[in-house]
Nanobody
Framework: QVQLVESGGGSVQAGDSLRLSCTAS????????MGWFRRAPGKEREFVAA????????LYSDSVKGRFSISRDNAKGTAYLQMDSLEPDDTAVYYC?????????????????WGQGTQVTVSS
């Protein structure tokens, strides 16, 4: 069992930046993709970004492309989500996940382990 702990959430103003971190309890995550998803109030969980095991490939949702950047440090077992130019519509609980494969794409079914989430609130 891999446990994931997210951190870095908070309340910010529109246009501000935040960096989320996700640390895995076991090094097995280094051979698998990692992803970020979010769930806004009253909405379904949606894909945000994903990164392959070796950082060679990344994928973003259209709503965050150009504003968010995903990265990882396998030596630390940690994935990051740099969020710039935040908008009120980015308000959500953000979850990180470890993929089933070296690159798992945008479908939640491609991920095996999930964190508890960190709240991001963006006010206008």
């Amino acid at each position: 069992q891999v446990q994931l702990v997210e951190s870095g959430g908070g309340s910010v103003q529109a246009g501000d930046s935040l960096r989320l971190s996700c640390t895995a309890s076991k090094r097995t995550s280094t051979n698998n993709a990692m992803g970020w998803f979010r769930r806004a109030p009253g909405k379904e969980r949606e894909f945000v970004a994903a990164i392959s095991w070796n950082s060679a490939s990344t994928l973003y949702s259209d709503s965050v492309k150009g504003r968010f950047s995903i990265s990882r440090d396998n030596a630390k077992g940690t994935a990051y989500l740099q969020m710039d130019s935040l908008e009120p519509d980015d308000t959500a609980v953000y979850y990180c996940a470890v993929g089933l494969r070296p690159f798992s794409g945008r479908e939640a079914s491609g991920y095996r382990y999930w964190g508890q989430g960190t709240q991001v609130t963006v006010s206008s």
